[in-house]
């Protein structure tokens, strides 16, 4: 048996075993809490990837037919032409066949136009509206009194748009202000009144006297 020499063992203090546990876990959550903060950023820029990815897909889905649509405007356009070529008159009193035609050309631009609205081409309504440069091209102005200024007072050609992008502007006319007239100058000399018929009358007769009181009489043979 070990001998005891009479000294007690030194106790083990609570602070010593206790303070690297502390420590550890410190690290152990600063690490965990950082773990979790890039855990997260990663899901949020996945999620944005997602958003951006299904996006610039419908985006393809939708504008990958604008110049194809943009061609089919130009056919559009000849279609209405065609029809407005035709008097009215004749419409209603021509030929059988003729009428036929143009309701053969009339059904033919409503199926174009229903086409182009399913693949998202809208017409812009432009008429009795603010200009605009993003939807509206000016062609010339207009003085009117039906259209405020700087408001479409005609349509030269209808423009459209594909989804939230412009696929051809509408060629307009602005209206502006009518002109004031020129304000009467009082100062200025009254015009002479016409001559009577009476006055002429004298006048020419006075100018045939002084032309025969000036000729020479004829020689003697």
Known sequence: MPEDNGAAPEPTTTEDTAAPDR?????????????KDRLVRT???????????????????????????RDMLTVA???????????????????????????GVEVTERGLEQS????????????????????????????????????????????YVIGERMLRPALVAVAKAPSKPAPANDDAPAAAAPASEEAKVEETQGAADAGSAGTPPPESA
């Open 23 to 35: 420590e550890d876990v410190a690290a152990i959550a600063a690490e965990a809490a950082d773990f």
């Open 116 to 159: 182009l609205t399913k693949y998202g081409v809208k017409a812009v309504d432009a008429k009795g509206t603010k200009f605009n440069p993003d939807l509206h091209q000016a062609m010339f102005e207009a003085e009117t009194a039906d259209v405020p200024a700087g408001h479409v007072s005609e349509v030269v050609q209808t423009g």
């Open 77 to 103: 356009d000849n279609l209405k032409r065609a029809i407005a070529a035709v008097p009215a008159e004749k419409r209603e009193n021509g030929d059988k066949d003729l009428i036929s035609l143009i309701e």
């Open 43 to 69: 899901l949020a820029e996945m999620e944005n990837l997602r958003k951006r990815t299904a996006r610039e897909v419908a985006d393809a889905r939708q504008y990958a037919v604008a110049s194809f649509a």
